[in-house]
């Protein structure tokens, strides 16, 4: 099968979710008219074989699902909607088959699910798996979530429960939306807990401070690892009223930007740092 | 150094090329408040060692630029000015200072260039390096540049000089731009011309002649590899009044959808099909 087969086959198979997408597969760029009630937002992740996923422990859907569901939480964390995707994929040659049919199933299946197009993309060989899915959302003007907006006396939230890696995460797309009523910042859990929070403090210029009894660990998970194991994809918001949405494990406060405390003590950041550090 | 510190540095480095660009490097998606009056256009491509280039023969600053020129290009296929760009880039740990120090230096170089703004991106762990760049560019309302304009009786064109694969390509932003005026159908020579005019024409609904005659050259190169090679990133277009731009290679006529003739003769396309075929 050449190349300009396997475009047309996922080009048949990709629906038009959004009608601002003016053009999608088969030009040089995606075609976008944009309106101008909204803000557009924009995230970019890699994931690549031995590194977030195994071919021997992961199907290619799942691969597809995953690589999506990776940006899609990015979305989700800005509060905004899905537009269109991007998905630049390698492969070994021998996976040009059913296996690369097999990973659009899977990805094709969550972007249905959530109403984003897959607009375009980018197909090579390579040695190992290597898929990066650009994701656009939407964002009526100015309501965008931010990690830069947390204020001392707000509640410090997490939807879902932690310390567990999810195979097929689910993007909290709907509850980034609900979010943008009440939250002062937003962000997902990608890197873990404690490395997250700080970074979202270090955005506001604030320090938080946690309660680990409150914290919502994941059935057969500890503490330890909710705090810092990444791969969760819930979101982490603050608020300053009670929020109807997730738990709240803390306070932010006044204090060193980015310090993080538990239980009135000081927590070092240990999530996944991709660099040690 | 840690990601925060490597992420730190790149924004420090990493202008406002673009007011349009609202929020970019530090919170989970980069955003973009459009503007009515313009068409947004979206473009990515991995770029994979072993593949695309190799570490001993490719500085990392040429690696940077190569990366991003890629993305460029097909933006100047589409007649569009570069707004923003996200990189997601995966290297082995030990490339981690001042590798990828480098790999940033180059890719800015180039951004600067184009006034193009890194907006954003992803950065992780890999055996190999991977990069991959996604760019938004902006085309007046309704004036992109497709592949699917091309009618019988226009002449066909491309810019520069083929068959000699470039290290630091320089892509043809400005050229795309005054292409508005006049051009039917645009593509990006990346591929090959014999395979890339082949999609164009498939695209478009007609068949081309060829003149080999014609075809501009590049020193040290062959016919053979002017029709086959990729990786030239010069424009391909067609136009029914002479164009300024370009060396006018051909004619575009009725026919076979797809078929390319060259001298008369039908011309197999052979370029880079990635999977074979």
Redesign the interface.
């Given at each position: 099968?050449?190349?300009?087969?396997?475009i047309q086959r996922i080009r048949a198979r990709a629906k038009r979710g959004n009608s601002t997408i003016?053009?999608g597969i088969?030009?040089?760029?995606?075609?976008?008219?944009?309106?101008?009630k909204?803000?557009?937002?924009?995230?970019?992740?890699?994931t690549?074989e031995?590194?977030h996923f195994t071919r021997r422990t992961y199907k290619a859907s799942e691969v597809g699902h995953l690589a999506l569901a990776r940006s899609l939480s990015?979305?989700a964390?800005?509060g905004?909607e899905p537009v269109?995707c991007?998905?630049?994929?390698?492969v070994p040659?021998e996976l040009?088959g059913r296996w690369l049919n097999d990973f659009y199933k899977g990805l094709l299946h969550l972007a249905d699910k959530h109403k984003i197009t897959l607009?375009?993309?980018?197909?090579?060989?390579?040695?190992?798996v290597?898929a990066?899915v650009?994701c656009?959302?939407r964002v009526p003007?100015g309501r965008?979530l931010?990690?830069?907006g947390a204020k001392p006396g707000d509640g410090i939230f997490v939807t879902g429960r932690l310390g567990k890696p999810k195979r097929l995460p689910e993007p909290r797309l709907s509850e980034g939306i609900a979010l943008r009523a009440f939250a002062s910042a937003a962000?997902?859990l990608s890197d873990g807990l404690s490395l997250d929070l700080h970074?979202l403090c270090?955005?506001s210029g604030v320090a938080a401070e946690l309660d680990s009894s409150k914290i919502p660990i994941a059935r057969g998970s500890t503490l330890e690892k909710a705090l810092h194991y990444g791969e969760d994809y819930e979101l982490l918001f603050t608020a300053s009223a009670v929020a109807l949405e997730g738990t709240c494990i803390g306070v932010i406060r006044k204090g060193k930007p980015g310090q993080v405390h538990l239980d009135g003590r000081i927590l070092k950041p240990k999530g996944w740092?991709?660099?040690?550090?």
């Open positions: 099968m050449s190349e300009l087969d396997i003016r053009l088969g030009d040089d760029c995606a075609l976008l008219r944009p309106d101008a909204f803000d557009l937002v924009f995230t970019t992740d890699l690549i031995n590194r990015d979305l964390a800005m905004s269109f991007l998905v630049a994929l390698a040659g040009a607009a375009g993309g980018d197909l090579s060989k390579a040695d190992t290597i990066d650009m656009c959302g003007r965008a931010l990690r830069s962000m997902d970074r270090l955005e740092d991709h660099f040690g550090g």
